[in-house]
């Protein structure tokens, strides 16, 4: 990090003894904390409230918590894009947090209001005819829905990438804060979801949807005010002007000069410009030479041509595709089993004694396991596995993406096997026409969210420092909304695999899907989960194949230069270089 490229909130170059650092980074955990407690329950719960009180069906109320998911991680594109090319990320936080308290305030108000909700019905028996929602209610259901999605994936896309920013990556002490900063940054997600799941959800359970909401704006309006707070602490990046601007520019400029010959000598190619201003030189790579031309300046064509490091910007965005891609298909399972899994448990037993336990509850599970994983992952696995493999994470960031995958599919079968249980035991006590009352504990759910607590161990974290760290300096936010696109296409995917397996699966007009209708009971969620299990299982063959060819930016070695440094520190601070 080029100390020079930051400022302070005045706009003064900044002091590293009283800007950055671990001090700074305090503020924005408790952002991320804040934001979870709202964000995580209510992802895990809505299905509950769609299907509770919008009476929509197990279908419709599933696709509209995965396209909500999807939408967030989307926006965090649109909020990547301001914040790495003109407002800064610390502003983008400023702006678009409001956003997000707005749609969570406009959720409380619909539940509160029964005029903006169906009328009340018995969704539980046999002669099921709740209206859903719809019209001028629907209509601002999802404009709620949506507002929220706008403020979360935009301030999702700033926060890692500011955190990021207040450690320099040149000196040796910062830059082992640095590399725990991802660890500690998703167990603020998991203790904001720790808190969310137990007192969010257990408040809109037993005390109604529209204080659950209301508390969760309050909760991102305090998030927000902690971050504004402590602005005089920042180091605060200077927007470099739109990466996607220098890649259009790039394909432009190559096109062009397409029929010119490339330089034996690529030392004759444009490696600087009189107007270059960016935060990093990036030297020339081998690959994509159709892109070099770019940056062959030659008069007689018209064309500007690009500096070698606008080039390998490039050039880097392309080599992570396939990983883009893949990874895409191997979090499929991830948003299927969340909802899924939710509208499983709230048709069985839910009691603990006398304490009834919500289905969205049980999520606290992988959540305290993911907690209690990567502090001990951090303090203890990583450097004993550093000093066997050599690699600054123990293992890296592909391999811990690789496990997490194969922990998916092992959930997703786990997941089938438990729900045939489940539907032998409503067969055998002939429970199909009701939507609840399954005498099976719900607790038979554990296992399934203990597997999806490693996938988030693992291949989340592992995900978003690789796209944030293959990332060039100037594109570090658009790296982080890329990993988060991971999640949203993910979700999109499961909405569009649900449609098309309820048409494939639906005999006759008065067919019904395996997944359609309201009664979980009547459906083939079992076979369905065999299904992405298979598919899982082909995604993650596909994972393996592209991860094995793939060529790190830097090295994933520590640097030899800094083993003895970050050993001696690790000694006195008890601090550790992580993935």
């Known amino acids: 990090m080029a100390i020079q490229v930051f400022v302070d909130w005045r706009g003064n170059p900044v002091n590293k003894k009283r800007h950055g650092g671990v001090g ?58 301001l ?9 983008t936080i400023l702006i678009f947090g409001p956003v997000d308290f707005l749609g969570y305030a406009l959720l409380a108000l619909q539940a509160h209001l029964p005029s903006l909700q169906p009328s009340d019905c018995e969704i539980n028996g046999r002669q099921n005819n709740c209206e859903q929602v719809h019209g001028f209610n629907s209509a601002l259901l999802y404009i709620a829905l949506y507002t929220t999605a706008l403020g979360e994936g935009c301030v999702r896309a700033a926060l890692p990438s500011l955190g990021g920013d207040q450690f320099d990556d040149k000196d040796p002490v910062e830059l082992q804060q640095k590399a725990s900063f991802f660890n500690w940054f998703t167990f603020g997600i998991s203790l904001g979801g720790f808190i969310g799941l137990t007192l969010v959800v257990w408040i809109e359970n037993n005390k109604g949807w529209d204080i659950g909401f209301g508390v969760s704006a309050l909760a991102v309006l305090l998030g927000m005010l902690a971050v504004a707070s402590g602005v005089s602490f920042y180091r605060i990046q200077i927007p470099k002007g739109s990466p996607l601007t220098r890649i259009v520019q790039v394909f432009v400029a190559a096109f062009k000069n397409r029929k010119l010959v490339l330089p034996e000598n690529l030392d004759q190619l444009q490696h600087y410009s009189e107007d270059m201003d960016v935060m990093e030189i990036l030297p020339h790579t081998k690959g994509f030479k159709f892109l070099d031309k770019a940056s062959i300046n030659d008069g007689d064509t018209g064309t500007r041509s690009c500096t070698v490091t606008q080039v390998e910007e490039t050039k880097i965005v392309l080599r992570m595709l396939p990983i883009l891609i893949s990874t895409v298909l191997g979090y499929l399972p991830t948003p299927v089993l969340l909802t899924f899994t939710v509208q499983q448990g709230s048709t069985m037993n839910t009691r603990l004694g006398k304490i009834h336990i919500s289905p969205a509850s049980l999520f606290v599970i992988p959540v305290i396991f993911q907690m209690v994983i990567l502090v001990i992952y951090d303090r203890f696995i990583v450097p004993l596995a550093r000093r066997i493999t050599g690699y600054v994470g123990g293992i890296t960031n592909l391999q811990r993406v690789g496990v997490g995958f194969a922990a998916s599919a092992l959930a997703t079968c786990v997941a089938a096997l438990v729900e045939r249980k489940r539907k032998n035991i409503v067969e055998e006590h002939r429970l199909e026409d009701f939507e609840t009352g399954v005498p099976m504990s719900v607790f038979w759910l554990g296992l399934q969210f203990f597997l999806l607590g490693i996938v988030d161990v693992t291949s989340f974290v592992g995900l978003l420092e690789f796209f944030n760290g293959e990332a060039s300096r100037g594109m570090k936010s658009i790296g982080t909304a890329i990993f988060w696109c991971v999640l949203g296409l993910a979700s999109l995917l499961g909405t569009f695999l649900v449609d098309m397996v309820n048409k494939a699966t639906r005999h006759g007009d008065g067919g019904r899907g395996w997944l359609e209708g309201a009664n979980l009971n009547k459906s083939h969620l079992d076979w369905f989960y065999w299904l992405v299990t298979v598919l899982e299982l082909l995604a993650l063959l596909n994972y393996l194949y592209w991860a094995r060819r793939y060529v790190y930016r830097h090295d994933p070695r520590i640097p030899q230069e800094l083993t003895e440094i970050v050993d001696k520190d690790s000694s006195k601070t008890g601090e550790v270089v992580a993935i």
């Open 24 to 81: 700074s980074s305090y503020f924005i955990y408790f952002m991320v904390v804040m934001a979870n407690i709202a964000f995580v329950p209510n992802m895990l719960n809505l299905v509950n409230y769609l299907q509770g009180t919008m009476h929509m069906g197990i279908s419709s109320s599933s696709t509209t918590v995965t396209n909500f998911i999807g939408a967030a991680c989307g926006f965090a594109l649109l909020g990547a894009f």
């Open 83 to 91: 914040s790495d090319s003109y407002i800064t990320r610390f502003k």
